[in-house]
C-alpha cells in the first residue's frame, strides 16, 4: 500500500475517533482543571458570582491546620485498615474454593457474590441498623455470650472496628473473585510435578503459588488502595466522620465542606491535595510491587 493512502487511512480512523475523545476529554478533564482554579480563589457559598483569586491562600490555611494531618491519618487508617484484611480474606477464600475437591463449590462462590452484587447503598443503612445499641442484632447476638451493649458508632476505636468490619463484608466477594481467577490460571502440571517430587503443601504453596500470584496480589492491591481511599459511602452513612472528625477521611471532608458548609473553595484544595498524595503512593506502591514491569 502507498504510505500516503496508509496515512490517509489513519488519519480517517482517528477523525473518527475525535468526536468521542473530544468529549471524553471535556467531561475529565474540564472539571478537574475548573476545580484546580477554584482552590486558588475565595469562591464559596457567599461569593458565589463576586470570587477573586487569592493565590496559595487556601492551601496555606489547610496545610497549616491539624485537621488536615487528622484527616490524612484517618484516610490512611480507612484504607490500610480495610485493604490488608479484604485481600488476606479473599485470597484464603479464594484458596479454599480452588481446591477440586470441595463440593457445591459453585454454590459456595454464588453466596460469596451476594454482598457485591446487593446494592451497596442499602447494605450500609441495614448494617447502620445492625450496629445499633438498643436494637442492632450485633449486640443482641453478643448479648448471648454475656457481653453487654457496645455503642459501637459512638466512640473512636468501635467506630473504627464497625467501618472496617463492615467494609470488609461490602468488598471481600470481589477479592476472592479475582484472586480465585488467577489461581485458576495457574498450570495444574505444574503442583502435580511438585507432588511427584514429594513437595509438601506448604513448600508448593511458598514455591508456585505464592510467586505466581504476586503480581495479582500487586495489582488488586493497589487498585484496592485507591478505591478505598475514595470509598464514600460507608463512613458518611454510619458515622458521618464522627465522633467529631474522629473517623472523617479526606473525600467525606471534602464534600462536607462543599455541601455542607458552602466553601467549594477549600473543598476544592482538598480533592487537589488527596489527589496528588494519592497519585504519590499508588505509583510507589506500582514500583515496589513491579506490577508495571509485569504489564509491559
Avoid at 441498623?129 to 448479648?143: A, C, H
Wanted: net charge neutral.
Amino acid at each position: 500500500m502507498d504510505p500516503l493512502q496508509n496515512l490517509n487511512r489513519v488519519l480517517t480512523q482517528y477523525l473518527y475517533l475525535l468526536p468521542i475523545i473530544a468529549i471524553a476529554l471535556f467531561l475529565f478533564l474540564y472539571p478537574v482543571a475548573y476545580a484546580i482554579y477554584i482552590s486558588f480563589t475565595n469562591f464559596n457559598l457567599y461569593h458565589l458570582f463576586r470570587y477573586t483569586f487569592i493565590g496559595l491562600k487556601v492551601y496555606e490555611q489547610i496545610l497549616s491546620s491539624g485537621t488536615f494531618y487528622t484527616l490524612l491519618l484517618n484516610t490512611v487508617i480507612w484504607t490500610v485498615g480495610s485493604l490488608v484484611p479484604m485481600v488476606v480474606v479473599g485470597f484464603l477464600l479464594a484458596l479454599i474454593l480452588n481446591q477440586r475437591d470441595i463440593r457445591g463449590r459453585n454454590v459456595f462462590f454464588t453466596l460469596l457474590l451476594v454482598p457485591w452484587a446487593f446494592p451497596a447503598y442499602i447494605s450500609l443503612v441495614i448494617w447502620s441498623g445492625m450496629w445499633n445499641y438498643e436494637y442492632g442484632i450485633v449486640n443482641k447476638f453478643l448479648g448471648l455470650f454475656g457481653v453487654p451493649p457496645i455503642n459501637w458508632l459512638t466512640f473512636t476505636n468501635t467506630a473504627w472496628a464497625a467501618l472496617i468490619l463492615t467494609n470488609l463484608w461490602l468488598s471481600f466477594p470481589y477479592y476472592t473473585a479475582v484472586f480465585l481467577s488467577s489461581l485458576q490460571s495457574i498450570p495444574s502440571e505444574l503442583y502435580d510435578i511438585a507432588t511427584v517430587d514429594g513437595a509438601s503443601a506448604w513448600q508448593k504453596f511458598t514455591r508456585i503459588t505464592l510467586p505466581l500470584m504476586r503480581s495479582a496480589i500487586a495489582f488488586v492491591s493497589v487498585g484496592g488502595f485507591v478505591f478505598t481511599w475514595n470509598n464514600f459511602y460507608p463512613i458518611y452513612i454510619l458515622t458521618g466522620g464522627g465522633p467529631g472528625i474522629s473517623t472523617d477521611i479526606l473525600i467525606v471532608y471534602t464534600y462536607q465542606e462543599a455541601f455542607s458548609y458552602g466553601y467549594y473553595n477549600i473543598a476544592a484544595a482538598y480533592s487537589v491535595i488527596s489527589t496528588i498524595i494519592l497519585a504519590i503512593m499508588a505509583l510507589m506502591m506500582l514500583r515496589v510491587g513491579r506490577v508495571l514491569e509485569v504489564i509491559t
